[in-house]
């Protein structure tokens, strides 16, 4: 017998279709409403339809995609099963933080500025742990990444890095991952990356060139804006996928349609270009001075689906995603890691920032290698909460920004919610018209 899963989101899209979002299958499903409509058939399993074939065929679709389930399921517990499954069988990543040292002083940096730099010999041990770690692994592929800092600063380690990881993994395929600032960003090392299989690079671009210089100059005050636009320009040829992102707060909100425009005019709106606005109300987002220009997290969400709009409609692709359980990688202790260089380990980009200790899961050098605060994170689970197993979007949200919570002064890790989650069902309807119709709203 069957009933109306509990865990299902059904949201309006048009006069004519809903939206089915499965919290136990992950399925988004866009349908007629007379399809929908069945749903409510089986809120008492114990009432009896004659169906008609097509409606059979129809029920048993909405099974397959988890709107519909057994009557005697334990949803709450297959739901809890499948997000330890999630964190413990997500695809491997590593990151190296080759430098906290920046050419750039930005306005609104939260990361500290103690110049740490990676030696060679400490990379060339956490590439010797990252081969033993793949001996294991069935995976053919693996995404390294390196961040900073200004990661380019220390390209002549990153290359040896590289090089390093392929000669003593030859079975596994390295995706090169890289986040910058654009400014040192040369043919030379555009060509070295794309003939090592550079996957992604995202760089900021944070308005037209006088808004932009203001806020990221560099360390010397002068204006970054058109090194950091050839820097792109650079990439195009090389990288599979980049992403320039924009940070928008009220300083600089007003001026992100005519930046966007103009990167569409100059050319940049290719099929490996994507536009990726970023909020920076999160308390991790700014640094103190700036809180008054930050924004509200009901505000942030309404600013979030408004510029991924704008930028659809200039026809630039989006980083546009719906999380799965996992509101980042800061759950995943087992193959989603990050060093810092001094051999520290991370799960969360935010380990830069004041809450270093807090984040801090282990390090490279100690035997052994992982501390109480990796016990922690593994014994986390967003259910234990009482709002977010009564939440229709608990496992598209995943708790939210656990490091948010820590800087809000949550020692027990109680989650909150991200921006999206205050206008959700604006956020899904957006989804579902770019990412599944490509624009097309009727479908």
Same mark, same amino acid.
């Not at 899963?5 to 988004?28: A, C, F, H, P, Q």
């Not at 392929?166 to 003939?195: D, H, M, P, Q, R």
């Not at 830069?352 to 282990?362: A, H, N, R, V």
């Given at each position: 017998?069957?009933?109306? %899963?509990?865990?299902?989101?059904?949201?309006?899209?048009?006069?004519?279709?809903?939206?089915? $979002?499965?919290?136990?299958?992950?399925?988004?499903?866009?349908?007629?409403?007379?399809?929908?409509?069945? $749903?409510?058939?089986?809120?008492?399993?114990?009432? @009896?339809?004659? #169906?008609?074939g097509k409606e059979r065929d129809i029920i048993e679709k909405l099974k397959n995609v988890g709107c519909l389930v057994d009557s005697e399921i334990d949803e709450m517990e297959l739901l809890r099963k499948q997000f330890e499954f999630y964190r413990k069988n997500s695809k491997s990543g590593y990151a190296f933080f080759v430098t906290t040292s920046c050419n750039f002083n930005c306005k609104y940096c939260y990361q500290e500025k103690n110049n740490l730099s990676m030696s060679e010999e400490m990379a060339?041990?956490?590439?010797? #742990?990252?081969?033993?770690?793949?001996?294991?692994?069935?995976?053919?592929?693996?995404?390294?990444? #390196?961040?900073?800092?200004?990661?380019?600063?220390?390209?002549?380690?990153?290359?040896?890095?590289?090089?390093?990881?392929?000669?003593?993994?030859?079975?596994?395929?390295?995706? =090169?991952?890289?986040?910058? +600032?654009?400014?040192?960003?040369?043919?030379?090392?555009? %060509?070295?990356?794309?003939?090592?299989?550079?996957?992604?690079?995202?760089?900021?671009?944070?308005?037209? @060139?006088?808004?932009?210089?203001?806020?990221?100059?560099?360390?010397?005050?002068?204006?970054?804006?058109?090194?950091?636009?050839?820097?792109?320009?650079?990439?195009?040829?090389?990288?599979?996928?980049?992403?320039?992102?924009? +940070?928008?707060?009220? /300083?600089?909100?007003?001026?992100? /349609?005519?930046?966007?425009?103009?990167?569409?005019?100059?050319?940049?709106?290719?099929?490996?270009?994507?536009? %990726?606005?970023?909020?920076?109300?999160?308390? $991790?987002?700014?640094?103190?001075?700036?809180?008054?220009?930050?924004?509200?997290?009901?505000?942030?969400?309404?600013?979030?689906?408004?510029? =991924?709009?704008?930028?659809?409609?200039?026809?630039?692709?989006?980083?546009?995603?719906?999380?799965?359980?996992?509101?980042?990688?800061?759950?995943?202790?087992?193959?989603?890691?990050?060093?810092?260089?001094?051999?520290?380990?991370?799960?969360?980009?935010?380990? /830069?920032?004041?809450?270093?200790? !807090?984040?801090?899961?282990?390090?490279?050098? +100690?035997?052994? =290698?992982?501390?109480?605060?990796? &016990?922690?994170?593994? *014994?986390?689970?967003?259910?234990?909460?009482?709002?977010?197993?009564?939440?229709?979007?608990?496992? #598209?949200?995943?708790?939210?920004?656990?490091?948010?919570?820590?800087?809000?002064?949550?020692?027990?890790?109680?989650? &909150?919610?991200?921006?999206?989650?205050? *206008?959700?069902? !604006?956020?899904?309807?957006?989804?579902?018209?770019?990412?599944?119709?490509?624009? +097309?709203?009727?479908?």
């Open positions: 017998m069957l009933k109306k %899963s509990r865990l299902v989101k059904r949201i309006s899209y048009n006069e004519e279709k809903d939206i089915l $979002l499965s919290n136990l299958t992950g399925d988004l499903v866009l349908v007629n409403k007379n399809v929908s409509s069945l $749903l409510d058939k089986f809120e008492n399993p114990q009432n @009896e339809y004659n #169906f008609t060339f041990k956490i590439v010797e #742990f990252i081969s033993s770690s793949l001996v294991t692994s069935n995976e053919d592929s693996v995404m390294v990444e #390196f961040t900073g800092g200004e990661p380019l600063l220390q390209f002549p380690l990153i290359e040896k890095i590289i090089n390093r990881l392929e000669k003593l993994s030859k079975e596994k395929i390295f995706n =090169i991952g890289l986040a910058t +600032n654009g400014s040192l960003l040369s043919k030379e090392v555009c %060509s070295y990356l794309g003939s090592h299989n550079w996957a992604w690079v995202q760089v900021t671009l944070d308005g037209p @060139e006088d808004i932009h210089n203001t806020l990221r100059p560099y360390s010397n005050g002068k204006g970054s804006f058109k090194d950091v636009k050839e820097g792109i320009s650079n990439a195009l040829g090389f990288c599979r996928k980049i992403v320039i992102r924009t +940070n928008i707060d009220k /300083t600089n909100e007003s001026y992100v /349609t005519t930046l966007w425009q103009s990167l569409k005019d100059e050319g940049f709106c290719r099929e490996n270009v994507y536009l %990726s606005p970023m909020l920076t109300g999160a308390p $991790l987002q700014s640094s103190k001075n700036r809180k008054q220009v930050c924004y509200t997290p009901d505000m942030g969400s309404e600013k979030l689906t408004r510029y =991924i709009d704008l930028a659809h409609k200039l026809g630039f692709k989006t980083t546009y995603y719906i999380p799965r359980f996992m509101y980042c990688g800061i759950l995943m202790t087992r193959n989603n890691l990050m060093f810092y260089p001094d051999g520290s380990i991370f799960t969360c980009w935010y380990a /830069t920032s004041g809450l270093k200790g !807090e984040l801090m899961i282990g390090n490279i050098n +100690n035997n052994p =290698i992982f501390n109480e605060n990796k &016990e922690k994170l593994d *014994r986390w689970n967003v259910l234990d909460y009482e709002k977010c197993r009564t939440c229709d979007i608990v496992s #598209f949200c995943g708790g939210g920004c656990i490091a948010n919570a820590l800087a809000n002064g949550k020692d027990n890790l109680e989650p &909150e919610c991200p921006p999206y989650a205050y *206008r959700f069902e !604006e956020y899904i309807r957006g989804y579902v018209k770019y990412k599944m119709l490509g624009g +097309n709203k009727n479908g």
